[in-house]
C-alpha cells in the first residue's frame, strides 16, 4: 500500500485515495472467499451424487482451502499491479492541474519570503491589536475611576455649598476666611488640649510619687 498521503487527491475526490483501493482489495477477497464456498457446496452435492464416492467433506473443504491460498497468492500479486495503475493513472491529480477552488493562488503567487514577510506583519499587527485591546480596557478603567472621584468631588463641593449658605445665614461674612478662622481655632484648641493632657500627665506621676 502506498504511503504517499496525496493530499490534494483527498481535497478533491474527498476520500484517501490509498482508502478507495483497500475497500476495492477487500471488496474482491470477499468476493474469493464467497467462491469458494460455493465451488464447495457445489463439489459436494456433486459427489454426493456419485455412487461409492469415499471422498469426505473435510478432505474437500482442505483441497478448497489449498485452493484458495492459491487464488490468494495470484491476486495479491495481480492486486499489486492494479493498485499502481489505479493509484497513478485513476486515482491521481497530475502537477500541472489546478483545483477551480485553488486558482486564485494562480492570479496571486507568492514566494517563501513574501509569504513568511506576510506571516510576521501578520504577527505584529495581532500584538498590535493585543497591545491597544489592553490599552482600552485600561483607559476604560481610568474612566471609570475618574466617574468615581468626580462624583466624591461633586459630593464635597455641595457639601463647602451648604457650609457657605449656612454661615450666610448666620451673618459669618466670606466662607473661606470663616474657614480660615475656624482652622486657626481648631489648631488653638488642639494646642491647648495637648497642654492639658501634659499637665495632667505631670500631676499623676507626682501623685505616684507622693
Known amino acids: 500500500m502506498s504511503v504517499d498521503p496525496m493530499a490534494y487527491e483527498t481535497q478533491f475526490f474527498g476520500f484517501t485515495p490509498q482508502t478507495c483501493v483497500l475497500r476495492v482489495y477487500t ?20 459427489l454426493d451424487g456419485i455412487p461409492g ?35 497513478q493513472l485513476v486515482l491521481n491529480i497530475p502537477k500541472n492541474v489546478l483545483l477551480p477552488e485553488d486558482r486564485v493562488q494562480e492570479q496571486y503567487r507568492y514566494s517563501k519570503e ?3 514577510a506576510l506571516q510576521d506583519e501578520l504577527q505584529q499587527l495581532q500584538q498590535q491589536c493585543r497591545a491597544e485591546a ?4 485600561a483607559l ?3 474612566l471609570e475611576e475618574q466617574k468615581v472621584v468626580k462624583a466624591e ?13 449656612i454661615c450666610r445665614e448666620h451673618g459669618a461674612g466670606n466662607f473661606k476666611e470663616s474657614f480660615a478662622l ?17 499637665k495632667s500627665k505631670n500631676m499623676r ?5 507622693m
Request: with cysteine; proline share 1%.
Open 27 to 46: 471488496a474482491f477477497q470477499d468476493y474469493l472467499f464467497e467462491m469458494m464456498l460455493v465451488v464447495e457446496g457445489v463439489m459436494l452435492k456433486k
Open 53 to 87: 464416492c469415499n471422498i469426505s467433506p473435510s478432505q474437500i473443504r482442505k483441497c478448497t482451502e489449498k485452493f484458495l491460498l492459491f487464488m490468494k497468492e495470484h491476486f495479491d500479486k495481480l492486486f499489486a499491479k492494479m493498485e499502481e495503475v489505479l493509484l
Open 114 to 116: 513574501e509569504f513568511q
Open 134 to 137: 489592553a490599552m482600552e480596557q
Open 140 to 142: 476604560r478603567a481610568e
Open 153 to 165: 468631588l461633586e459630593k464635597i463641593l455641595q457639601c463647602f455649598d451648604g457650609l457657605e449658605n
Open 182 to 198: 475656624l482652622t486657626q481655632s481648631s489648631k488653638k484648641l488642639q494646642d491647648v488640649l495637648k497642654d492639658v493632657e501634659k
Open 205 to 209: 506621676q507626682h501623685d505616684q510619687l
